[in-house]
């Protein structure tokens, strides 16, 4: 069974920083691009960024230059660093394959910036 658990999420104020982590299993980690998603309240899900496997990136350009997305293979993780966020960036986050989720969703996780 494919499980996806994010985690790192909190409330942090404008212009602050978050890692977030992702930890999926080993079937679906070893085959696939990985990505972030994120859904803000009354909107539907959106892509963040993603990672293939060997460490081809791509961003949504409402992220670039702030995001950074990174993973490492041998513990099947995949992370989302994230620098001066602002509060349209608060949102429910989620790892799923990329370029689009093809596995049951997780739990997320939520990163709320306010001050």
């Known amino acids: 069974q494919v499980q996806l658990v994010e985690s790192g999420g909190g409330l942090v104020q404008p212009g602050g920083s978050l890692r977030l982590s992702c930890a999926a299993s080993?079937?679906?980690?070893?085959?696939?691009?990985m990505g972030w998603y994120r859904q803000a309240p009354g909107k539907e899900r959106e892509f963040v960024a993603s990672?293939?496997?060997?460490?081809?990136?791509d961003y949504a350009d409402s992220v670039k230059g702030r995001f950074t997305i990174s993973r490492d293979n041998a513990k099947n993780m995949v992370y989302l660093e994230m620098n001066s966020l602002t509060p349209e960036d608060t949102a429910v986050y989620y790892c799923n394959t990329a370029p689009r989720g093809m596995v049951d969703w997780g739990k997320g996780t939520l990163v709320t910036v306010s001050s």
């Open positions: 990672i293939t496997r060997r460490g081809i990136t």
């Open positions: 080993g079937t679906i980690f070893s085959i696939n691009a």
